[in-house]
């Protein structure tokens, strides 16, 4: 039995067993669940599995921490032992406990539903377009035709996503995926250049993925409406027929219009609130404040409006300012490293060390800085310093991908240095600051009980 499976087994029997499972999706880094009853969870007994880093519940669903290329195994293994397909519900969801559901949290889960899926192509196109960037500006590829492929490669991920993204907010939102990529379609087909509205041509991709998302969601909605009120014997013409014809013109008159709207105003927001005579202590805000949001998974509620700057800008100014969060942690572990006398602790940071450099940060938030407290809060303002130095420079990044050290190949090419003098900033303020702030140094079993896992189990 591999590994990864008698991880899922252990973690199934302390989920509460199958029959308690709705629905489980994975991130990166995560499996995240939705159970029926909750009081059958034994949360101590799930952070006790050999390779769980940490179990949190935001009131929502369920988010088992268990690190890159593990989450994505062990969800793999779960499924199988379930029966259920990664990303479906095997019951409404009216079954999962509603009180803590506010409308701020549903909204940030379903944007990050719809995002989630697109990660891994997101960070492997964004990988292969910085590399061929770089590769092109230090002239280490001669060959033209080679770099095209390479370009074409990286690029289409970035060129198709708002068909993606229309399908993926149709099925998040209870409508048929196909139409919702047409909607999305419509905001991107060339031919909006040969119609006029009030004596207007079209923009092609005016408002991008935030025009998407609302005329996905309308034609969601509409759809099922259209449905429930439809005679049985028309209903598969009908529906259909209708949903496009009123969702199409809505978006064309209203919902790309208004898309529009709320685009060029998060560019002009982020433009004035970073790129202004004050943007570092912008960029010491948002950095210094990213580790709570990394925490309860809600950063991934960010991604569309990265997508939208790089859409809108060519570069998202936002991601090297947020990535400077991790770095901060990376200079806290160290930190914590020189200073504690635990050889279990010791070990743990010399696991995941590495791949917090390279833009993983869970195993050190859970292994190491939050559970002894005041280091976080050293990581935090590491990352804060990072944060003011990539707004000081506007860095922007090109494209998606995870942060650390790899994110500099999609780093603009003139400004890949201010990038990683920014890590190095992050690294030693947060260093710096956790050195001074100090911690209790546990004793070897507290290390064990805290963190409830091994890097080399």
């Known amino acids: 039995m591999s590994r990864e499976k008698d991880m ?3 973690i199934l029997e302390n989920l509460g067993g199958k029959e308690n499972i709705i629905s489980m999706t994975n991130c990166m880094t995560r499996l995240r669940v939705e159970v029926k009853d909750k009081s059958r969870v034994k949360k101590e007994g799930v952070n006790a599995v050999s390779g769980v880093i940490k179990l949190l519940d935001n009131g929502e669903g369920i988010q088992i ?3 890159p290329g593990a989450a994505a195994k062990v969800a793999g293994e779960l499924s199988k032992m ?5 990303g479906d519900a095997r019951e409404i969801k009216s079954a999962i406990d509603e009180k803590n559901k506010t409308p701020f949290k549903l909204m940030l889960k379903r944007i990050a539903s719809i995002f989630i899926p697109l990660i891994p192509g997101l960070i492997g196109g ?3 377009l910085g590399i061929t960037n770089v590769a092109t500006k230090f002239q280490w590829i001669a060959d033209k035709n080679l770099l095209a ?10 060129t198709y996503m708002g068909i993606m993204v229309g399908m993926n907010t149709a099925r998040e939102f209870g409508g048929s995926p196909t139409i919702g990529g047409i909607i999305a379609g419509i905001i991107y087909n060339p031919a909006l250049a040969n119609i006029q509205i009030s004596g207007k041509a079209l923009t092609i991709g005016r408002g991008g993925i935030i025009s998407v998302l609302i005329a996905a969601a309308f034609a969601s909605f509409l759809e099922k409406s259209i449905r429930k009120r439809m005679p049985n014997t028309i209903e598969l013409l009908a529906t259909p027929l209708l949903t496009i014809l009123i969702a199409g013109f809505a978006t064309l008159y209203v919902l790309q219009p208004l898309g529009g709207v709320i685009a060029d105003g998060i560019g002009n927001a982020v433009k004035v609130a970073i790129a202004g005579k004050a943007g570092f202590i912008t960029g010491f805000i948002l950095s210094g404040t990213f580790l709570p949001l990394v925490m309860t998974g809600l950063h991934q509620g960010l991604t569309p409006i990265h997508v939208q700057l790089i859409e809108s800008t060519g570069v998202t100014v936002l991601l090297p300012i947020l990535a400077m969060a991790g770095a901060g942690q990376v200079g806290a572990a160290l930190a914590v490293y020189v200073k504690t006398r635990s050889k279990q602790l010791k070990k743990i940071i010399e696991g995941s060390i590495l791949v917090g450099i390279l833009g993983i940060g869970e195993p050190l938030i859970y292994g190491v800085t939050l559970p002894l407290g005041r280091p976080f809060i050293g ?8 944060g003011a ?3 000081l420079f506007t860095v922007g990044a090109k494209g998606l991908g995870i942060s650390g050290i790899p994110l500099a190949a999609l780093i603009q090419p003139d400004k890949i240095i201010y990038y990683l003098l920014g890590l190095v900033i992050s690294y030693i303020m947060g260093f710096i600051a956790t050195y001074l702030l100090g911690f209790d140094d546990p004793v070897e079993e507290d290390v064990a009980k805290n963190n409830g896992f091994s890097f080399n189990a």
Request: aromatic share 8%; glycine share 22%; proline share 0%.
């Open 8 to 10: 899922a087994v252990s």
């Open 65 to 67: 921490v268990l690190g």
């Open 82 to 86: 379930v029966g259920m397909k990664l």
């Open 126 to 128: 964004g990988l292969i």
């Open 149 to 158: 492929m390479l370009g074409l490669l990286g690029s289409t991920i970035f």
């Open 379 to 386: 990581a935090c303002i590491g990352g804060a310093f990072g």
């Open 389 to 391: 130095f990539q707004a």
